[in-house]
């Protein structure tokens, strides 16, 4: 359990679980692999390469490298936000759709949308196919050009909401 404090003056912290602080992340190829464990224990499933958090306040997220205990970055909201559509970032590059088990692809979700789609049963019992676990509820794109992340309605192509690599 963890608390910190956010640009904005937020205090954030994961003492409550669930809670709306941390996201559970995977990239997409990490996620390709998961979903071929077959029938498993939910306590099995392997946790996310970094933790990360987003402010409820101003929305910015936070990656940390818990296993080397640094900050890898900050991200916040783009103002305005770059919107093109296609699938393309405001850089210019062209997210590769056709490869949805790519590292530039993340697997996003909720601590809260987490526990609901993940129910830990008895210890040592197997008890979800991980190939039936829904898929969360935005599309997430990570540039390997400028770093943006772009986070989109499922179906769509032009993002909701962009973040930026927050320099500082």
């Given at each position: ?10 205090i954030?912290?994961?003492?409550e ?27 099995d ?53 056709n ?7 993340l697997i ?7 526990e ?53």
């Amino acid at each position: 359990m963890a608390k910190t404090l956010c640009v904005c003056g937020n205090i954030l912290s994961n003492v409550e679980a669930p809670n709306d602080v941390e996201l559970n992340v995977y990239t997409g190829r990490q996620w390709a692999e998961i979903a071929k464990m077959g029938m498993i224990d939910s306590l099995d499933i392997p946790g996310p390469t970094y933790d990360v958090w987003r402010c409820p306040e101003c929305e910015r997220v936070m990656v940390f490298d818990i296993r080397n205990d640094r900050t890898v970055n900050f991200y916040a909201l783009e103002s305005p936000p770059t919107k093109l559509p296609g699938m393309r970032c405001g850089c210019g590059h062209v997210h590769a759709i056709n490869e949805p088990s790519s590292d530039w692809r993340l697997i996003v979700y909720t601590d809260i949308e987490w526990e609901n789609e993940i129910n830990v049963g008895e210890i040592g019992v197997p008890n979800i196919n991980t190939a039936d676990i829904r898929p969360p509820s935005h599309d997430v794109w990570r540039c390997p050009e400028c770093g943006r992340i772009s986070v989109y309605e499922p179906g769509q192509d032009v993002p909701v909401k962009v973040y930026v690599i927050e320099e500082g």
